[in-house]
């Protein structure tokens, strides 16, 4: 069983910057992507950004394009999420998912496994 832990949330002004980390413990196997979702008060959780197996390719959702980075260090086993230029609308609880699969994915519905979230509070 993958157990996931997400590291570095807090509060921070608007136009500052935090960097999550998505940190496995328990079995850790390999091939697999990595997603990062959010999922703010009375919203569905929504796909924030993604990356495969080799680090290589990514996919962002519009809203955070340009101002949020992820990557992967495969000899951590880790995979962060840098987020720059932060607005109000980016609050939420942050999770990360990790999917069989090289991936990357979009859809919750690729994620088998999935942290139990941090908090992120952009004030302004």
């Known amino acids: 069983q993958v157990q996931l832990v997400e590291i570095g949330g807090g509060l921070v002004q608007a136009g500052g910057s935090l960097r999550l980390s998505c940190v496995p413990s328990g079995h850790t196997y390999s091939s697999y992507a990595t997603g990062w979702f959010r999922q703010a008060p009375g919203k569905e959780r929504e796909f924030v950004a993604a990356?495969?197996?080799?680090?290589?390719?990514?996919d962002y959702a519009d809203s955070v394009k340009g101002r949020f980075t992820i990557s992967r260090d495969n000899d951590k086993d880790t995979v962060d999420l840098q987020m720059n230029i932060l607005r109000p609308a980016d609050t939420a609880v942050y999770y990360c998912a990790r999917a069989h699969g090289l991936g990357p994915y979009s859809s919750r519905h690729d994620y088998s496994y999935w942290g139990q979230g941090t908090q992120v509070t952009v004030s302004s």
């Open positions: 990356i495969n197996w080799g680090g290589d390719d990514t």
